[in-house]
């Protein structure tokens, strides 16, 4: 079974789908019960076992309370994907506390308390396996992202340490840093601008956005058996773009570029 922070929404909900086809019973939890309303009903269409738990995963009691729900309910915990964040653009030096606060609290603190608290059950499962979604503006420096790249880096920091603590127990722990991923909430709060899209799909080597199901397969691959020798890995799914980074402006006029058609 696998228990998915923010699975009711985006690449958590991609993850969701894609886990559920693969015969995983899920766990969703977020705090609004519209999302994992929403999420559930899509995953149930698809005959999907589904429980939502509504969830501040910045609080370390409901995050408890969470673990034991699932505990009474499966059993067992296979996944952890530690998925939930909040995020926006702004410069630093309009950042106010609170908003650095809130991003840290969501990405940082909820990815080291829902690890923390499902470490006794997910110890007993056969294959346990955590996932943290980190993002590849972690390394890249991005401009008015602070908040949400300093709590990323802190989640790569956190994935590295528990895959090396956690190994004796058999818990994998691995990252996921997305590049830019096109979703129904970054469409309306990012990538709403036709010639910022054009820009960013100019920097990306691949020549187009990333999709949830990008995100969800690579989850897929690190929490299944073909990567049982794989820990404390960081695998990012951006289309080449950190690497290419500020030189993809130079090749468009080279003739053997060309866009990725989506598969
Ligand atoms: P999204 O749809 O906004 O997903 C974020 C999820 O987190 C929502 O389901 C939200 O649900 C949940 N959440 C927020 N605050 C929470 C809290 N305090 N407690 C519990 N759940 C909370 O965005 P997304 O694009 O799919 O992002 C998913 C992951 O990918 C995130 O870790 C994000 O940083 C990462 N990522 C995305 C991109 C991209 O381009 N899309 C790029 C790099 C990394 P509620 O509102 O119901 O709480």
Redesign the pocket.
Known sequence: MALI????????LATAQRLARRGYSLVL????PA??AAGARALRRRGAEVLTVP????EYDQVVALVDRVAEQFGRLDVLVN?????FIVPTEKLTPNGWRAVV???LD?TFYASRAAFPLLRRAPRPSIVN?????AWLAGPGTAH?AAA?AGVVALTRTLAVEWARYGIRVNAV???????S??DRQ?WNDRTLVARVTRGIPLGRF?R?ED?AAAIDFLVGPDASYITGEVLTVDGGQWLGHGVMELLPSLPHRRRQQNP
């Open positions: 922070t923010g699975g009711g929404t985006g690449l958590g939890a977020s705090r609004s999302h994992l969830t501040d995963i910045r998925n939930a964040a909040g995020n609290g969501i990405v909820g979604i980190a993002a590849s503006y949400s990323k840093a997305p590049g830019p991923i096109r979703t909430g970054t990012l990333g949830p995100v």
